[in-house]
């Protein structure tokens, strides 16, 4: 689901990432600043890219087990034992 997640998230955010977008622009006018050369800064993007794709997954991922752990509460709270009779030789 964590993998799934990610790819879904990088394609959303690739989708942002072309020639008009003033942001991009600026960020490889600034490795090219550094001197890195163009591909270098297409390569640092695209792991800036994965990296915020997975934590979005990951937030998916919490999301979906936070709703999961919400959803068994009333489980767990009718599946307590009855209390009443215990029979002897239970107890320590």
Known sequence: MW???GDY???VLVEHVDAT???LGGWLDGFAALGLPAQRGW???EALINRQAMTLAVNDVFLGCA???L???P???FARPQFGNVAAGAGH
């Open 21 to 23: 977008n003033p942001a």
């Open 9 to 11: 998230h990088h394609a």
């Open 71 to 73: 959803l068994m509460i």
């Open 67 to 69: 709703a999961l752990f």
């Open 43 to 45: 390569a640092l993007i």
């Open 75 to 77: 489980v767990v709270w």
């Open 3 to 5: 993998q799934h997640r």
